[in-house]
């Protein structure tokens, strides 16, 4: 058993997990350390306020998100030389994991000052807690790129793999995400979507790439709030003809669909009819955007 204190030590940075949704879902040696650490480090101050108040902290808390984490990375370290003790949150769940704080860290390391883990809530280890696939590993891909032609890109690259894929999706780009998947992937493919986990209008549900847009459309209140999408792993014997489509939408940028499916079957190994059926049916989905 650990023997180390519960309260924060002067000249330290703990790197604290904060609920991803309720707000009970923190552990006691968090708020430990959030009701003895000098300051807090936050992506959101007004919002990691209010998580402080449920549980009756008062801290001084100092922004950090994407846009100033150089500057705030300078200031951490100073307050850190200084025999201050600091706590870095973000919104939800675990810092620097798709979220603000890596740079800091890194920092702070590099500083030779020392970094300490207060693990907690995690979005994707909460998702695929539920999602009862009995894979041992699996791949984070964090936020897919906004651009479509990149996400498709990725969403090939994904597909290729025969490990679960969990990444995260915006409200506001979920639609276009699961229609995406239905283009580029097999309509069998299993699909596991998890919306507001811990939250009120929690909701897990395993559906397939070519059902899973139905399944968001058919209620408009499914579209709200950050979603967790867990790609199931490709089926064995499947790996030639994901490599196959994934090749096969780079070249399309450059080649005709006979030449694109001609060179991605040389590359993979993947069928060449079945190549140049799919680089057709692709050629038609970027001419019809």
């Not at 000098?38 to 846009?67: C, F, M, N, P, Y």
């Not at 059902?211 to 064995?236: C, K, Q, T, Y």
């Amino acid at each position: 058993m650990h023997s180390e204190p519960s309260l924060a030590q002067a000249g330290s940075l703990y790197v604290v997990a904060t609920p991803i949704g309720h707000l009970r879902d923190i552990t006691l040696r968090a708020l430990d350390i959030l009701k003895s650490v000098d300051r807090i480090a936050a992506e959101d101050t007004r919002h990691s306020r209010r998580l402080l108040d449920a549980h009756g902290i008062t801290g001084q808390l100092t922004a950090v998100h994407e846009h100033n984490e150089r500057g705030a990375a300078d200031r951490v370290i100073g307050w850190l030389r200084a025999g201050e003790s600091v706590a870095l949150v973000t919104d939800a769940g675990t810092p620097a994991i798709s979220d603000p704080g890596a740079r800091v860290v890194r920092a702070v390391r590099e500083a030779g000052l020392p970094v300490v883990p207060v693990p907690g809530p995690s979005a994707v280890v909460t998702a695929l807690s539920a999602a009862g696939l009995e894979d041992t590993a699996f791949h984070f891909a964090g936020f897919l790129p906004a651009r479509q032609e990149a996400r498709r890109d990725a969403l090939r690259t994904l597909g290729a793999l025969t490990c679960p894929a969990v990444f995260y999706e915006a409200p506001h780009r979920i639609r276009d995400t699961l229609a995406d998947l239905a283009r580029v992937l097999a309509p069998s493919r299993g699909v596991t979507l998890c919306r507001e986990l811990t939250k009120v209008f929690e909701q897990i549900h395993e559906t397939t790439a070519g059902e899973a847009l139905a399944w968001l459309d058919a209620d408009p209140n499914r579209s709200r709030g950050e979603f967790v999408v867990i790609l199931h792993g490709a089926p064995a014997g499947a790996d030639h003809t994901a490599d196959g489509e994934r090749v096969l939408g780079i070249l399309l940028r450059d080649l005709s669909p006979s030449q694109a499916a001609k060179a991605a079957a040389e590359i993979t190994g993947a069928k060449r009819g079945e190549l140049y059926d799919r680089a057709l049916a692709m050629r038609g989905d970027a001419g019809g955007e």
